[in-house]
């Protein structure tokens, strides 16, 4: 099953801006499908923070935000908190493989 | 406001089958704007999305190529729950398991509730 590419990590100090990358392919995201990102925080489970490429669920900050173009997509967190200190992974659907898919995640480091 | 409640054992012996049960509550599992989707995270791989079950007048499922010989997904509409059921396991298998909600309306596939995760170690 193929991945989205991600960052490994990505880091920044308290205030910042930073950004994650998430670049797929023709068959995900360059054939019109959304991206979704994910949060995963230590010993949580997975929350939801972006849906259909720069939408945000109720409760999730303004500071994060989410954009797609072609093949390729972010997620930008502005104005960094030491609670967003945590594993974010973009998620798309892929037509060939009639499934989803996962990026391989970014850690996110608050100096 | 659906949440999920997830059963299953923290250790398996390779070869063996490991089981998982989610409980649904505030949706109905034969609901057809939702999935019913099993996905894994281990350190090695990261979220790794392995299938679903949804009702649409009839029942469907799809899973990953990589564990589609070895896994089932069943709905069970009277205890309104799915469970995930992965014969021949391997120590590639130990993971953390999620079940989760996936939206199927709109155009868009994504998770928006989550089980609490079940930590599945395969060892002998």
């Known amino acids: 099953q193929s991945a989205l590419t991600q960052p490994p990590s990505v880091s920044g100090a308290p205030g910042q801006t930073i950004t994650i990358s998430c670049t797929g392919s023709s068959s995900d995201m360059g054939a019109g499908y959304a991206v979704h990102w994910y949060q995963l925080l230590p010993g949580a489970g997975p929350k939801l923070i972006i849906y259909g490429n720069n939408n945000r669920p109720s409760g999730v900050p303004d500071r994060f935000s989410g954009s797609k173009s072609g093949t390729s997509a972010s997620l930008a967190i502005t104005g960094l908190q030491p609670e967003d200190e945590a594993d974010y992974y973009c998620q798309s659907y892929d037509a060939r493989l009639t499934a989803c898919v996962f990026g391989i995640g970014t850690k996110v480091t608050v100096l | 406001q659906v949440q999920l409640r997830q059963s299953g054992p923290g250790l398996v012996k390779p070869s063996q089958t490991l089981s998982v049960t989610c409980v649904i509550s505030?949706?109905?599992?034969?609901?057809?704007?939702?999935?019913w989707t099993w996905i894994r995270q281990s350190p090695s791989r990261g979220l790794e999305w392995l299938g679903r079950?949804?009702?649409?007048?009839?029942?469907?499922?799809d899973y990953t190529l990589s564990v589609r010989s070895r896994m089932v997904i069943s709905p069970d509409t009277s205890k309104n729950q799915v469970s995930l059921q992965l014969n021949s396991v391997t120590l590639e298998d130990t993971a953390v398991y999620y079940c989760?909600?996936?939206?199927?309306?709109?155009?868009?596939?994504?998770?928006?509730?989550w089980g609490q995760g079940s930590s599945v170690s395969v060892s002998s």
């Open positions: 989760a909600r996936e939206n199927i309306s709109g155009g868009y596939y994504y998770f928006d509730s």
């Open positions: 505030g949706e109905s599992v034969t609901s057809n704007s939702a999935a």
């Open positions: 079950t949804y009702y649409m007048s009839k029942w469907y499922n």
